[in-house]
């Protein structure tokens, strides 16, 4: 399976910066690389502890961006502010914020059916 990107805008604090983003559907979050958060002035809010695929264990700083996918909106979104080395990538929470998620096949975004399970209607006890 080949490998998905998109182009995205991330703002924050009146600046702006368009970011080509590798879509991982598997990855949590989003992380913006180091030139992007900095140009955005981003501030780290929380430290969070990460897995990465061959399991090794990182801590990266968390922060929050407002997001812009062309076609789809913008919205604020949880972002790792990432270091040397550590690519651009759209994670699986601001996808579903987005209403999103990735069909693998087609190799594109679409969106997703989300399910609410707190609703009344989908309640299985008896009344």
Do not use: C, N, Q
Not at 36 to 59: M, S, Y
């Amino acid at each position: 399976m080949g490998l998905v990107y998109v182009r995205g805008v991330v703002k924050w604090g009146g600046r702006e910066r368009e970011v080509r983003f590798l879509v991982d559907s598997g990855a949590t979050y989003t992380v913006l690389e180091r030139g992007v958060w900095e140009h955005l002035g981003l501030e780290p809010k929380r430290e969070v502890r990460l897995v990465l695929a061959d399991g090794t264990e990182i801590t990266r700083a968390l922060s929050e961006a407002v997001i812009e996918l062309p076609g789809y909106g913008e919205y604020h979104s949880p972002v790792i502010l990432g270091e040397e080395g550590d690519v651009s990538v759209l994670g699986s929470v601001t996808l579903e914020i987005f209403g999103l998620m990735l069909d693998p096949l087609k190799r594109e975004l679409r969106p997703l059916r989300a399910l609410l399970v707190g609703s009344r209607r989908a309640t299985f006890y008896p009344r």
